[in-house]
């Protein structure tokens, strides 16, 4: 973490506010603007990106990637802007936390892949580029989403040491440790060798 100069009430707001723009489902909501359904009766059920793409909607399925980073990310900014680099993170975790465990959906959220990502990139561009690059790299080697998720939550901690950010080890391995327990039932699938590819239609989350 970096150096505390705000004060606890100060984080705590920071905290809440990140956790309440976290919590704004935008799969869901874009799901039934565009009249595509209820996502809890789709394919897993989810919120995510993914799971939105079961309704055979790109655009729906690329616009909630983009808002679902993008709350992250405007999460993360506006803390740094209005208070300083100890909100910023402290704002980022509580978005993804929000994503996870969303207070509108009695805490049934998503696997904040997409989160993830948005506020490694408002943290640091070029380490938010890097982790893309490694899902993009993971997922054309595997041609499994999930899969490719979990590399780059793993490498995520050491593209921060690489780069050279300490201060944000603790946040990059609770992000890990997070999207790897969001996806259990997708690691026992891949053990199994049952785990969907990408481009295959399948219900799994």
């Given at each position: 973490m970096?150096?505390?100069?705000?004060?606890?009430q100060i984080l705590a707001f920071a905290a809440f506010a990140g956790y309440l723009l976290?919590?704004?489902p935008f799969g869901m909501i874009i799901a039934r603007v565009m009249g595509l359904g209820n996502?809890?009766?789709?394919?897993s059920g989810n919120i995510g990106a993914t799971n939105v793409l079961r309704t055979g909607n790109k655009g729906a399925a690329a616009l909630t990637l983009i808002f679902d980073a993008g709350k992250g990310a405007v999460a993360v900014l506006v803390a740094r802007a209005l208070i300083g680099?100890?909100?910023?993170?402290?704002a980022g975790l509580a978005a993804f936390l929000g994503h996870l465990f969303p207070i509108w959906l009695r805490f049934r959220g998503g696997k904040g892949v997409a989160t993830f990502l948005g506020i490694l990139l408002a943290l640091y561009w070029?380490?938010?580029l890097a982790a893309c690059a490694t899902w993009l790299f993971a997922a054309i080697l595997m041609r499994?989403?999930?899969?490719?998720?979990?590399?780059s939550a793993a490498m995520a901690p050491?593209?921060?040491?690489?780069m050279h950010h300490g201060e944000m080890l603790l946040l990059g391995v609770i992000f890990t440790i997070l999207i790897y327990l969001r996806h259990t039932a997708n690691l026992a699938r891949i053990k199994a060798g049952t785990e969907p590819k990408i481009g295959r239609k399948n219900s799994a989350p």
């Open positions: 970096p150096e505390i100069s705000s004060t606890y976290g919590s704004i996502l809890r009766d789709i394919g680099e100890d909100a910023a993170q402290i070029p380490l938010g499994m989403s999930s899969l490719a998720a979990l590399v050491l593209w921060m040491f690489m």
